[in-house]
């Protein structure tokens, strides 16, 4: 048992971003497909079985976090198009009660949360204790996208006129504080960076659009952003570089391979909440006494 944990941690770290480290991407490998740390005949198998197992325990674990209610978690999934947020919550999260999760999507501001910080939007969407809340896309936006379109932070009327480092280190600092004060209070935060190859985001978006049943997901829009791609990848290194902590830290997710993006995701959610030790709450004397008479109660029907 403790070799199989000692083998998880190193997995897992293998793919966390250090606090104080400098991200450089292309020393990430998107088309990571398992190695020693992932034993079986093929790395495919291998993760599909690790896969399944965390899947049952991520249920079993979600039951107590729900019922314990000492903390919330917090789960964020950013990504370049095409990565694979939304299939990759639609697996992960499959087996758990829906009572208990809660995901939410942010597309673009309305008038009125422009009208705000651009924090304030986020925190009507926290989960409460006992909730895991994922965030597909989240206030990571403003120093992703809009870090790459600087012309979408005029209509927030801010009082700098500048926009340069010194505005961006404001930024990460504020997002640095935000998470410091939701750690402090009982959620904890995970942050999965889906990291797709340029080759790969390509064949998707193709497959997308020869494929009829997937025409659907297919914005043009999207080749704009590809267009983007060296500023895109810019702007994440220096946003990981700038906000993983030991208390919020980054995982770099391989995501050329979706079933290895998966296995990895489900293995370090589960690791997580594995290492909150949550528990189901003790009942008091009393309640106990009235657990012991309902019981009897019971036992005396006909």
Avoid: C
């Amino acid at each position: 048992m403790a070799q199989q944990s000692d083998r998880l941690d190193k997995l897992h770290r293998r793919f966390e971003v250090k606090p104080g480290s400098k991200v450089k991407l292309n020393r990430h490998d998107p088309a990571w497909a398992g190695g020693s740390e992932i034993p079986r005949k093929t790395a495919r198998e291998g993760a599909a079985a690790e896969m399944d197992g965390d899947l049952t325990e991520l249920a079993r674990l979600q039951e107590l976090f729900y019922a314990d209610r000492s903390r919330a978690l917090l789960v964020i999934f950013q990504a370049l198009d095409a990565a694979g947020k939304d299939g990759t919550i639609k697996h992960v999260m499959t087996g758990l009660n829906p009572q208990g999760v809660r995901v939410a999507s942010f597309k673009a501001p309305s008038i009125q949360e422009l009208a705000h910080t651009f924090l304030w939007r986020y925190t009507e969407h926290l989960p409460e204790r006992g909730m895991i809340g994922i965030f597909n896309r989240s206030y990571y936006e403003e120093v992703l996208v809009v870090r790459v379109h600087p012309e979408y932070l005029v209509p927030q009327q801010l009082p700098a006129k500048k926009f340069d480092e010194r505005f961006w280190r404001g930024r990460y600092e504020d997002i640095n504080a935000y998470e410091r004060h939701l750690t402090r209070n009982g959620t904890v935060i995970l942050k999965f960076f889906l990291h797709i190859s340029k080759e790969e985001q390509k064949r998707r978006l193709l497959e997308r659009i020869e494929t009829p049943e997937k025409n659907w997901k297919f914005n043009p829009a999207d080749l704009g952003e590809r267009r983007l791609w060296d500023q895109y990848g810019r702007a994440f290194e220096e946003a990981l570089t700038a906000t993983s902590t030991k208390a919020a830290p980054w995982y770099i997710i391989p995501a050329d391979n979706k079933w290895m993006m998966r296995a990895l995701v489900a293995s370090i959610l589960s690791a997580k909440i594995q290492s909150l030790k949550p528990r189901a709450p003790r009942l008091s004397k009393p309640e106990q006494a009235k657990l012991a008479e309902a019981r009897e109660e019971l036992l005396r029907e006909d």
